[in-house]
């Protein structure tokens, strides 16, 4: 008995990268003012096809349905499907995408612009200082409900941990949106923080030309520093520290409820603003 024959068709497996169209259903339109230009945000805005290289050939673009049934001014973004079109506008399935669906972020409502609030929790190690912080950008404009919008005065982002801050960074940090609130950039923005690490200076100083404070000395009392002279070192930022001099150091002493004797007793070391003692 002769063997059955058939026609067999080997093609090679390819891929391509298709750019993210879309289309808005008259429903939208009608239902829906789009504010600005009007121009949803697609996420991704690209797509990886994959399988049959004829039919990939046949590709004329990967699209999103836009409908007025999956938005609403309360629901501003929303994931739709997909889909791969011929030049005739006949569905292509045969395809595999490397995502099957898009985030679809759709303009309608109200639109306001406040400014970004950058918010910090921790401290950065010890020697180190936060000199400047830049937001970029510094203003965003939010979309959604009037009366949503009316009570935001700004955008706070979710908080910067200082304690894993090393050096002058750039970082992207979230936004807290509120429900029923969205943007048209990005969700994260980008904060610069300029970090600078602190230089120590020793300063010896004679106890007799010290400015000092005495407290809660006993009345007929008086009192006589013995330790001739003390070296303080303080830390801080380079241009700080050259600006001061010993004489800038201020010292407290507390004689509370001493009488007479000698005694070992602490200092208080005053420094000038922006500066620590080591």
């Known amino acids: 008995k002769k063997p059955q024959a058939t026609k067999v068709l080997i093609d090679k497996i390819d891929q391509k990268l298709q750019k993210v169209t879309y289309e808005m259903s008259k429903d939208l339109t009608d239902t829906y003012t789009l504010i600005g230009d009007g121009v ?25 349905l836009i409908e007025a049934k999956d938005f609403s001014e309360e629901k501003l973004v929303a994931q739709l499907p997909i889909k791969l079109y011929d030049a005739e506008g006949v569905e292509i399935t045969s395809l595999s995408l ?42 965003v404009k939010l979309i959604g ?13 979710e908080p910067i941990d200082l304690s894993k801050v090393e050096k002058t960074d750039l970082i992207q940090v979230a936004m807290k949106l509120p429900d029923g609130v969205m943007t048209l950039i990005d969700n994260k923005v ?29 009345e007929n009392l008086t009192y006589e520093i013995l330790t ?15 600006g ?28 000038p603003a922006d500066v620590r003692v080591v």
């Not at 009366?147 to 982002?157: C, S």
């Open 98 to 139: 490397s995502t099957d669906t898009a985030e679809v972020k759709l303009p309608i409502g109200s639109e306001k612009e406040v400014t970004i609030k950058v918010n910090y929790t921790g401290t950065l190690k010890e020697g180190l200082v936060l000199i400047n912080t830049i937001v970029s950008p510094e203003k």
């Open 40 to 64: 949803p945000v697609i996420t991704p805005d690209k797509v990886t096809i994959t399988g049959p290289k004829s039919d990939i050939d046949r590709v004329s673009e990967a699209k999103v």
């Open 145 to 157: 409900k009037s009366e949503l919008l009316a009570g935001i005065k700004e955008i706070e982002l």
């Open 190 to 218: 980008n904060v610069s923080l300029e970090v600078m690490e602190e230089e120590s200076l020793e300063y010896p100083i004679q106890t007799n030309e010290m400015d000092l404070t005495v407290i809660g000395l006993g």
């Open 228 to 242: 001739p002279n003390i070296q303080v070192v303080l830390s801080a930022l380079p241009n700080k520290l050259l």
């Open 244 to 271: 001061y001099t010993k004489e800038d150091i201020k010292f407290s002493l507390d004689l509370t409820g001493y009488g007479t004797g000698e005694y070992q007793l602490p200092l208080t070391i005053i420094p």
